[in-house]
């Protein structure tokens, strides 16, 4: 049996998106909260939790500021956003001009924080209990279809001129595996957030990839 790990006080990024293990993720980072977190995980080399918000904005406006402040740091209109999230890992990170970093993540390991924190510079931060991380499954042969679709999608935004820097699936590319070929279809898919984070936390990457065979079909996307 795998051994159960844990973060304490993860630093945790709600946002309006999923990130799934593998993804490519860039951000633009101009918040004081977010300025100082990500340089202290990029000197440290350790990662943050990408959550997904069900309700609130990923930008504190002034008027949430001071609700906060007369709250004493948390407030009836704070963020709302599922336990269930990602680790996302800095792969380079630039600062174009003061204030502002540009970063690139790329999804981890799966994680649930029962009970988040909101400090009072507005960050948020858990002790993570970390998720079993997908087992390693071939793609069955009724499924092959959808992992060729995938590497079409590939091939046509390599010929659109698109450069490593500018693909939305960043290598190495495992077109044999259930779970990264589902991740990689939900990264493109346009679907809820609700749905795409059912399918992140689902335990089962075959069931997760017979789901996005289904999204296919029902897209009209051939395979």
Known sequence: MAETLSIDALPLFPLELVLFPGGYLPLRIFEVRY???????FKAGEPFGVVTLRR?????????????DLAGGASTTQALFYPEGTLARITELTRPQ???MLISCTGGQRFSVAQPELLRHGL???????LTDDQSVPIPEDLLPVAGALARVIDTLKAQGMTPEQM????????????WVA???????????TQKHRLMTLDNPLVRLELVGDLLERNGIPT
């Open 168 to 179: 939305p699936i960043k290598p190495p590319y495992a077109l044999h595996d259930c779970a």
């Open 35 to 41: 300025l100082d977190m990500v340089n202290k995980c």
């Open 98 to 100: 003061p204030g502002l």
């Open 124 to 130: 948020w931060v858990g002790n993570a209990q970390l």
């Open 183 to 193: 991740n990689r279809w939900c990264d493109l898919l346009p679907m809820s957030l």
């Open 56 to 68: 609130g904005s990923e930008v504190r406006t002034v008027s949430s500021d001071a609700a906060d």
